[in-house]
């Protein structure tokens, strides 16, 4: 998700933008820590670009942030993201899902932006829920409309192949990028904070 005035239309043109703008590139995230930060530290270490992290309380507030102007993107949760790509209000560059998601089909998945590794962040956060056999349609399509992929099979054996996968890309990102949590607010310069209560 993009503020609507940042001159790129995809995110291979967001990370040739940032690299031409070394860490004056901002992104909000719903706090430090939190998946969506994680999930932009990955993208800047397989892409080699710097960005500068403004974190915020939660995905709403780092939505107001990116429509108001004051930073330039971030990735949030498709249940915040998705009204907000519908109603123009902040454009969409992907989602992280291995495929298009039937409430946004016009925003490709980040396996279609063609950069190598990019398909590492999918899904930076997952839900498991399950129902009992037979569940009504009508439930299923809530979901499907919140962004969920409510049709996606997972057995026993296959989550466990999942959380293996997770555990080795995590390991990895936390060997090779030093992420500063204590001195990160101190460091963001002061024009990107706003009184938030």
Known sequence: MARSELPVA???ELVAYAKKNPGNTTYSS??????NQLAIELLAYKT???FLHIPYKSDTQSASEIMAGRIDFSIMTASVAIPLVQSGRMKAF???????????????????AG???LDALE??????????????PAVVAKFTALGFDATAPSSPEQFGDFIRSELTKWRDLSANVKIELKSMVAR?????????T
């Open 123 to 136: 899904p930076f956060t997952f839900y498991g829920i399950v129902g009992a056999a037979g569940l009504p």
């Open 94 to 112: 992907a989602v992280t899902s291995p495929k298009r998601l039937a409430a946004i089909p016009n925003v490709p998945s980040l396996m279609e």
């Open 188 to 196: 963001c310069p002061a024009r990107y904070w706003t009184p938030l």
């Open 10 to 12: 995809n995110v291979r």
């Open 30 to 35: 719903s706090g430090i820590g939190t998946a």
């Open 48 to 50: 080699g670009t710097k």
């Open 115 to 117: 950069l190598p590794g």
